[in-house]
Every structure is written in structure tokens, then in C-alpha cells.
């Protein structure tokens, strides 16, 4: 992908999803990297201050769960946006919790003692879509996530019955999940993309137990994103993820040079990541808290709902985090037919990091972001859970970076360096009883929007 102009946080259209090109692994991480350069560009090309795309009113907050139901919240000028600091999203395979926070009911906290927030939203199609599904009489169906040029235009006529336009269309329908840290407590905050948010505040006078008492306005500084959207012939969505440079060391990995040869990178070193504080160190991804949910109200130390607990041996503190799988596969066998080996995937995502970051220019904020990878199955078949293997090539097994994991999002989820059967996003957005691809089967949070729009 070749950026046409380059200007210093200049503004990155959107990918056109509706005819976007993915004959190859390399197309759909293209796809991903525009869209991360669009909804993470100023609104005013050049300028931060104005706010990014993903603040602007193409995006809607997703609410908390409230009674089984959520709302999506317009952006509006001088409206701060809430963050939360984490709550359980839905795993099929363990739970049916769903919220905003860690893959697990982990707390995530950074070196400097600042906690990690969250943030889910989604597009403009993705609005339109549900208040459709909810109120067209049919007119717009739910069976799928739109892919098509004919489903689309069914979401844009109808919101113009509602009395609203469409901004960006060709998007399709786009959620994102990001994760934030407070910037005052960084050294480098200039390096970081920040908003002024809402956030939860606790009583911390104990080390064992954090209550929950209040909320106050924070300067936050994005450390992950997921983009997850529909393109066309597939209604699964395409899973991808992004990172700050600055959060966690990676273990090893194997990449080819530019004769074809296996090479590999060693462990990073340092003390002064984000998320770890000491890289030798043996003990990692090993949580040191965790949050208290309504499922959990009698569990050890959980005597509190939102409030924050310590695990058992440790106390309210940071853990070691590290990249077990840095560009989303594992560290042997095949991560998809592409690929015969992690070595030829990572060369592939190390390769179109290389390229985006050496074409935006020097100072430019999302220089600091590299893209970690993307999954989808083949030809948009319903996701079963699982992900590729050289003995597990059915329909529906996550290709494409198929062990993808977020060091701020999945941080103790992560399964380790090698491969595992469950390992890859769809392991939990996806109906793994009887894989489909109704909204239900693959967005936790799709049905309890939709019991908003149709209150």
C-alpha cells in the first residue's frame, strides 16, 4: 500500500470494504493498515488537538451492560468519552460475561502504577445497521454483517428514512476496541495518541482490595487497538491488531531474510517497557489482579461488585506482561495455507510494518503503532473456533495470523509460544456448538445493542 501524499499526522481515507481486493494474506493486512491509519487520523489533517477520527461523530461509544442491555452513545463536540478499567467480555467457551475489558476477568495495570482502560465503539454503518435490523420491517436483514454493494445500500436508505447520512459507507460495518493508560504518568507521553476521557476512580488504601468510588476526567494515551470489520464475502469480519512499540518485549521469533533463509530474532531486553519492568525475568503473563463482576460476587476476596482484588499471593501491583507470540502465529507448523512456516508469516507483517511506518513521516504519530496481525477464514466460511493447522484445514479455521493475541487486551490469554487449538480470536467470537455467521454468533456485544434499538 503506497500512501499517495505524506504530511506529518496528515489524515488517511478509509479502505473501501465494499470492493476491497484479498486474494492473498497480504491484501487483508493491507486493509487493516488503512483502516488504522483512518480512525486513528486527526480530524483536522495535521493537528491532534483536534481529536481523532474514532472520537469524531462517525463512532459510537458502546455503553456497559446494563440489565442485559446496551446503548451506543453518540460522539458530541465537548462531550467527554467514559472508559472503563475492565470488565469480562464473553467467552463461550468458559463464560457468558460480556463487557469491554481483558479476554479474561483480569485487571491490567502498567509499570508506572497507572491502570489500563478500555474503550469499545463502532462505526456509523454499524449504527445504522442495528437501528435497521431493529425498526425496518425487514428492509435491512440481520442474518449477516453486510458485505455486499445491494446490503449496504438497504442501511443507507433506511437511515435516511430516520433522518440521518450515512458518513462513510464504504467502511461496512467496523468495531474497535482500544486500550488507554494515563498519559500524565509517562515519560514520553508526546510519542502517544491521547483523549480527555471519563474514568473510574477507586479507593486504593488497600493493597488487596480496590473500591470503586467515583469517576474523574484523565488524559489518556492509546496503547492497543483491535479493528474488526466486514469486507466483501466476509461476514466473519477480519480481526486485526495494533500496539504501542513501547509495551511489552517480545520472546523470539523466526523471520526470513532477503535470500529466503530462516533467521531469528532473539528476546527483547530492557527494563523499561510499559508492561515490564524486567524482561529476564522467567515469571510472566501471570496476573496480579482481577475484577469483580456479578458472577463472581461470592468468589474469594469478591465481596464487592467493580470493585478491584488481588490474587491470591499478590497484591494490587503491576505483572511482568510478554509477547509469547509477537506477530500472531506460533512459534511452529504451518499458520496457514500461505505460510508453511512462522518464519514466512512474520516476515509478511514485519515486512508491511517496514512499509506503512517508513512512508508516514518522521514524527507522525502512528509511527509508534505496529500492526501485529489479522485472522479471517477462508472465503468468509462460518469461524469453528479453531485455527489452522497442517492437520486441522476445515472450513471455518482462523487463517491469516491465526494465534493473534493483543499484549493489553489478551495479556494472560495468550496460550503461550506454541499452538494451540483454541488460540485465535474466534475461539470466543464465534458459536462453536453450531458455527454460524449470524452478528450474534461472532460480536459480544451485537445482541445487547439490539435490545437497546428495539426498546
Given at each position: 500500500?503506497?500512501?499517495?501524499?505524506?504530511s506529518?499526522?496528515?489524515?488517511?481515507?478509509?479502505?473501501?470494504?465494499?470492493?476491497?481486493?484479498?486474494?492473498?494474506?497480504?491484501?487483508?493486512?493491507?486493509?487493516?493498515?488503512?483502516?488504522?491509519?483512518?480512525?486513528?487520523?486527526?480530524?483536522?489533517?495535521?493537528?491532534?488537538?483536534?481529536?481523532?477520527?474514532m472520537?469524531?461523530?462517525?463512532?459510537?461509544?458502546?455503553?456497559?451492560?446494563?440489565?442485559?442491555?446496551?446503548?451506543?452513545i453518540?460522539?458530541?463536540?465537548?462531550?467527554?468519552?467514559?472508559?472503563?478499567?475492565?470488565?469480562?467480555?464473553?467467552?463461550?467457551?468458559?463464560?457468558?460475561?460480556?463487557?469491554?475489558?481483558?479476554?479474561t476477568?483480569?485487571?491490567?495495570?502498567a509499570?508506572?502504577?497507572?491502570?489500563?482502560?478500555?474503550?469499545?465503539?463502532?462505526?456509523?454503518?454499524?449504527?445504522?445497521?442495528l437501528?435497521?435490523?431493529?425498526n425496518?420491517?425487514?428492509s435491512?436483514?440481520?442474518?449477516?454483517?453486510?458485505?455486499?454493494?445491494?446490503?449496504?445500500?438497504?442501511?443507507?436508505?433506511?437511515a435516511?428514512?430516520?433522518?440521518?447520512?450515512?458518513?462513510?459507507?464504504n467502511?461496512?460495518?467496523?468495531?474497535?476496541?482500544?486500550?488507554?493508560?494515563?498519559a500524565d504518568?509517562?515519560?514520553?507521553?508526546?510519542?502517544?495518541?491521547?483523549?480527555?476521557?471519563i474514568?473510574?476512580?477507586?479507593?486504593?488504601s488497600?493493597?488487596?482490595?480496590?473500591?470503586?468510588?467515583?469517576s474523574?476526567?484523565?488524559?489518556?494515551?492509546?496503547?492497543?487497538?483491535?479493528?474488526?470489520?466486514?469486507?466483501?464475502?466476509?461476514p466473519?469480519?477480519?480481526?486485526?491488531?495494533?500496539?504501542?512499540?513501547?509495551?511489552?518485549?517480545?520472546?523470539?521469533?523466526?523471520?526470513?531474510?532477503?535470500?529466503?533463509?530462516?533467521?531469528?530474532?532473539?528476546?527483547?531486553?530492557?527494563?523499561?517497557?510499559?508492561?515490564?519492568?524486567?524482561?529476564?525475568?522467567?515469571t510472566?503473563?501471570q496476573?496480579?489482579?482481577?475484577?469483580?463482576?456479578s458472577n463472581?460476587?461470592s468468589?474469594?476476596?469478591?465481596?464487592?461488585?467493580?470493585?478491584?482484588?488481588a490474587?491470591?499471593?499478590?497484591?494490587?501491583?503491576?505483572?511482568?506482561?510478554?509477547?509469547?507470540?509477537?506477530?500472531?502465529?506460533?512459534?511452529?507448523?504451518?499458520?496457514?495455507?500461505e505460510?508453511?512456516?512462522?518464519?514466512?508469516?512474520?516476515?509478511?507483517?514485519?515486512?508491511?510494518?517496514?512499509?506503512?511506518?517508513?512512508?508516514?513521516a518522521?514524527?507522525d504519530?502512528?509511527?509508534?503503532?505496529?500492526?501485529?496481525g489479522?485472522?479471517?477464514?477462508?472465503?468468509g466460511?462460518?469461524?469453528?473456533?479453531?485455527?489452522?493447522?497442517?492437520?486441522?484445514?476445515a472450513?471455518?479455521?482462523?487463517?491469516?495470523?491465526?494465534?493473534?493475541?493483543?499484549?493489553?487486551?489478551?495479556?494472560?490469554?495468550?496460550?503461550?509460544?506454541?499452538?494451540?487449538?483454541?488460540?485465535?480470536?474466534?475461539?470466543?467470537?464465534?458459536?462453536?456448538?453450531?458455527?454460524g455467521?449470524?452478528?450474534?454468533?461472532?460480536?459480544?456485544?451485537?445482541?445487547?445493542?439490539?435490545?437497546?434499538?428495539?426498546?
Open positions: 500500500m503506497l500512501l499517495e501524499t505524506v506529518k499526522n496528515g489524515s488517511v481515507n478509509a479502505a473501501n470494504s465494499v470492493t476491497a481486493v484479498h486474494n492473498n494474506n497480504c491484501d487483508f493486512y493491507k486493509w487493516s493498515e488503512q483502516m488504522f491509519l483512518w480512525v486513528a487520523s486527526p480530524n483536522t489533517s495535521g493537528d491532534y488537538s483536534s481529536g481523532t477520527v472520537e469524531s461523530n462517525s463512532f459510537y461509544t458502546v455503553s456497559t451492560s446494563v440489565d442485559g442491555v446496551r446503548t451506543l453518540p460522539h458530541e463536540k465537548g462531550k467527554l468519552i467514559s472508559a472503563v478499567a475492565n470488565a469480562q467480555k464473553n467467552d463461550k467457551l468458559f463464560a457468558d460475561d460480556s463487557e469491554e475489558g481483558q479476554a476477568d483480569d485487571v491490567l495495570m509499570q508506572n502504577g497507572s491502570l489500563i482502560y478500555y474503550i469499545s465503539m463502532v462505526n456509523d454503518v454499524y449504527a445504522q445497521y437501528n435497521g435490523v431493529a425496518s420491517g425487514g435491512v436483514s440481520g442474518d449477516e454483517f453486510p458485505t455486499t454493494q445491494d446490503q449496504l445500500d438497504a442501511i443507507v436508505a433506511y435516511k428514512t430516520q433522518g440521518i447520512t450515512v458518513k462513510d459507507p467502511t461496512l460495518t467496523i468495531e474497535i476496541k482500544t486500550s488507554w493508560v494515563a504518568e509517562l515519560k514520553n507521553a508526546s510519542n502517544y495518541i491521547t483523549m480527555d476521557a474514568v473510574p476512580t477507586y479507593d486504593t488497600n493493597n488487596q482490595k480496590w473500591s470503586p468510588n467515583g474523574t476526567q484523565k488524559k489518556l494515551a492509546m496503547i492497543g487497538i483491535h479493528i474488526v470489520g466486514t469486507i466483501d464475502g466476509h466473519e469480519m477480519v480481526w486485526a491488531t495494533f500496539e504501542h512499540v513501547n509495551n511489552a518485549p517480545n520472546l523470539e521469533y523466526t523471520y526470513l531474510d532477503t535470500e529466503n533463509n530462516t533467521k531469528t530474532h532473539a528476546a527483547d531486553t530492557g527494563n523499561d517497557w510499559l508492561l515490564n519492568g524486567d524482561s529476564s525475568s522467567s510472566y503473563n496476573s496480579h489482579m482481577k475484577f469483580c463482576n463472581e460476587l468468589g474469594h476476596k469478591c465481596d464487592e461488585l467493580n470493585s478491584i482484588f490474587t491470591a499471593d499478590n497484591t494490587i501491583s503491576a505483572s511482568n506482561t510478554k509477547m509469547t507470540k509477537p506477530w500472531g502465529v506460533a512459534n511452529e507448523g504451518a499458520p496457514n495455507a505460510n508453511s512456516t512462522p518464519a514466512a508469516s512474520n516476515s509478511e507483517v514485519i515486512s508491511i510494518n517496514n512499509s506503512i511506518l517508513g512512508q508516514l518522521e514524527g504519530l502512528r509511527k509508534n503503532y505496529i500492526f501485529i489479522a485472522t479471517w477464514t477462508d472465503s466460511a462460518a469461524p469453528t473456533g479453531t485455527s489452522y493447522s497442517s492437520t486441522n484445514t472450513s471455518g479455521v482462523a487463517i491469516g495470523t491465526s494465534q493473534l493475541a493483543n499484549s493489553t487486551m489478551e495479556t494472560y490469554a495468550q496460550n503461550g509460544a506454541g499452538y494451540s487449538q483454541y488460540g485465535s480470536c474466534f475461539s470466543c467470537h464465534s458459536n462453536f456448538q453450531k458455527p455467521l449470524k452478528p450474534a454468533d461472532l460480536s459480544h456485544i451485537y445482541s445487547e445493542l439490539l435490545k437497546g434499538e428495539n426498546q
